[in-house]
């Protein structure tokens, strides 16, 4: 039965808690009305996906003039060894590049055949 006071005080503290961030906060006007805010800073936006043989991590960089940048690397591992690729961007241009290393896999010639 001490569930329910235990609730009823947590929802209580969540409520005044949300209408005190909004009676703080800068970017709250009255209805009708519209707040700019400067866009000063800098704002990174990172993205990272997990498979069960793979991945991609990714990120934006955004600036006072808009989109500045950026780069992702994304990788797989499969049966006969892995690959990994990326690019990066900047001031309107883009690099990309792969790699790819082959495990596992049988010489062409057999050992020895090419003794000298």
Same mark, same amino acid.
């Given at each position: 039965?001490?569930?329910?006071?235990?609730?009823?005080?947590? %929802?209580?503290?969540? %409520?005044?808690? %949300?209408?005190?961030? =909004?009676?703080? !906060? &800068?970017?709250?006007?009255?209805?009708?009305?519209?707040?700019?805010?400067?866009?000063? !800073?800098?704002?990174?936006?990172?993205?990272?996906?997990?498979?069960? =043989? !793979?991945?991609?991590?990714?990120?934006?960089?955004?600036?006072?003039?808009?989109?500045?940048?950026?780069?992702?690397?994304?990788?797989?591992?499969?049966?006969?060894?892995?690959?990994?690729?990326?690019?990066?961007?900047?001031?309107?241009?883009? =690099?990309?590049?792969?790699?790819?290393?082959?495990?596992?896999?049988?010489?062409?010639?057999? &050992?020895?055949?090419?003794?000298?």
């Amino acid at each position: 039965m001490k569930t329910i006071p235990i609730l009823g005080l947590l %929802a209580l503290v969540l %409520a005044a808690g %949300a209408t005190a961030a =909004r009676a703080g !906060s &800068p970017g709250v006007a009255p209805t009708g009305t519209t707040v700019e805010i400067p866009f000063t !800073s800098k704002w990174l936006d990172l993205d990272l996906d997990l498979g069960q =043989r !793979s991945f991609r991590l990714g990120g934006r960089l955004f600036g006072r003039d808009g989109y500045a940048g950026g780069a992702w690397l994304d990788g797989n591992v499969h049966r006969d060894g892995l690959h990994l690729g990326g690019r990066i961007e900047h001031d309107g241009h883009s =690099r990309d590049f792969d790699f790819n290393a082959d495990f596992n896999r049988r010489p062409a010639r057999p &050992p020895g055949s090419m003794d000298l």
